[in-house]
């Protein structure tokens, strides 16, 4: 099976209403299955939104049944199938000139056509919100996934630190934002 038929089975788990719309929306509407991860960093390559997506949903069931954290099952899926969402339609393939043992040759590489400029946590939050209705937690997980690395993780804003405080706050968003850390700097790592 291969990781694309692997992600519908995983998220047709899912009892939430408008889950069927959201995987025929993914399927029909996007490359969320044959996307990149990232441009050069984890994922890379061909279909590796979806593989780094699954790797995310096992890390993070994982580090839940392991420590015995006790987070909703459904809510943890959720979070970490679809908290790359925003990265479909996002990504196009390029031509660029590199030099290769001392000589210029054109390549395919991966760049970027934003459509709608939102954020990265606040876009997957608000393409979900068209399908499926999510929790505070859920929709807070999604949101600060990148943890650290969210520009929005290191500004006072009026109303405090608002990452800070949801990480304090909400065990799925510590749960998330490490699952997605572990799966693209350590498993991917080894591929």
């Known amino acids: 099976?291969?990781?694309?038929?692997d992600f519908i089975k995983e998220s047709k788990k899912i009892k939430r209403k408008g889950i069927s719309d959201l995987n025929a929306y993914l399927k029909e509407e996007t490359d969320f299955f044959t996307a990149p991860a990232s441009t050069k960093y984890h994922g890379a390559f061909?279909?590796?939104l979806v593989i780094h997506s699954l790797?995310?949903?096992d890390a993070a069931h994982q580090m839940n049944d392991g420590w015995s954290l006790g987070l909703d099952k459904e809510s943890v899926s959720i979070c970490s199938l679809f908290h790359d969402i925003c990265k479909a339609n996002y990504y196009v393939k390029e031509k660029r000139n590199k030099k290769i043992n001392g000589?210029?040759?054109e390549v395919d590489v991966w760049g970027v056509k934003e459509k709608l400029p939102m954020g990265h946590g606040e876009k997957s939050v608000y393409l979900l919100q068209k399908f499926i209705t999510l929790t505070d937690e859920e929709a807070l997980a999604i949101r600060w996934h990148l943890g650290g690395f969210d520009p929005g993780f290191h500004f006072f804003w009026p109303s405090g630190?608002?990452?800070?405080?949801?990480?304090i706050q909400n065990k799925l968003v510590a749960l998330i934002?490490?699952?997605d850390l572990f799966a693209a700097y350590l498993l991917e790592e080894e591929k």
């Open 161 to 167: 630190e608002p990452a800070k405080q949801a990480f």
């Open 1 to 5: 099976m291969g990781a694309a038929e």
């Open 103 to 105: 000589t210029w040759h």
């Open 55 to 57: 790797e995310v949903y």
């Open 46 to 48: 061909e279909k590796g």
């Open 177 to 179: 934002a490490c699952a």
